[in-house]
């Protein structure tokens, strides 16, 4: 079945540090891959996504380049903030609304 | 715009109560579901559904029912809860293009 590993955390950064969270993934077809936000005491919210091979997502200064040759989608940074702490989620889904979820990673940023 | 309202935030349960949790949702949006949270093991689905009148099982279904009588309302029952049922609890819609889920605040439910 599709699965998705992540990095393990916690991540803990400097502010304006670069920041990388691998993230692979196993799928029989040809997923969507998603990338999740959540904040302290809130739900998830839905950060970037990329539908198909050598997409680019991008929001708020995050990207993650859907590479299927690697099987990877990995979330970049290139200057965080203290606001940009939370877990990340990165998922994917064949349907676009069963999701399958890596475990998340824990991102501290200190000022 | 509320989004997806998910009620209680908080609950804690006696080993074989049963409880349902509320979510609804405001966009129109045709799919819902719903997952458990646990820690180091990320998002899980439950149960989702396509439509009205329309659900199926995910992944971890055991012990849970659903039903989707209105677009708006997805409810989870616990039959008879459990220890193990102890976790955080999301639901989700996601509009017919497909453009991504919206998730619900959670509701954090503990069993004794």
């Known amino acids: 079945g599709d699965s998705v590993t992540q990095m393990e955390g916690p991540v803990t950064l400097s502010e304006e540090a670069f920041l990388t969270i691998n993230c692979t993934y196993t799928?029989?077809?040809?997923?969507?891959l998603f990338w999740y936000v959540q904040y302290p005491g809130e739900g998830l919210q839905l950060l970037l996504k990329?539908?198909?091979?050598?997409d680019k997502g991008s929001n708020k200064g995050f990207e993650a380049t859907y590479r299927k040759e690697t099987t990877s989608f990995h979330l970049e940074k290139g200057s965080v903030q203290v606001s940009d702490s939370a877990v990340y989620f990165c998922?994917?889904?064949?349907?676009?609304?069963?999701?399958?979820f890596g475990a998340g990673t824990t991102v501290t940023v200190r000022a | 715009n509320a989004g997806v309202t998910q009620t209680p935030k908080f609950q804690v349960l006696k080993t074989g109560q049963s409880m349902t949790l509320q979510c609804a949702q405001d966009?129109?949006?045709?799919?819902m579901s719903w997952y458990r949270q646990d820690p180091g093991m990320g998002l899980r689905l439950i149960h989702y559904?396509?439509?009205?009148?329309?659900?199926d099982q995910g992944e971890v279904p055991n012990g849970y029912n659903v039903s989707r009588s209105t677009t708006e309302d997805f409810p989870l029952r616990l039959l008879s809860a459990a220890p193990s049922q102890t976790s955080v609890y999301f639901c989700?819609?996601?509009?017919?293009?497909?453009?991504?889920?919206?998730f619900g605040q959670g509701t954090r439910l503990t069993v004794v």
């Open positions: 990329a539908t198909k091979a050598d």
């Open positions: 559904s396509v439509g009205a009148g329309i659900t």
């Open positions: 799928a029989t077809g040809y997923p969507s």
């Open positions: 998922a994917l889904s064949e349907d676009d609304y069963k999701l399958s």
């Open positions: 989700a819609s996601t509009p017919s293009d497909r453009t991504g889920a919206f």
């Open positions: 966009m129109n949006h045709e799919y």
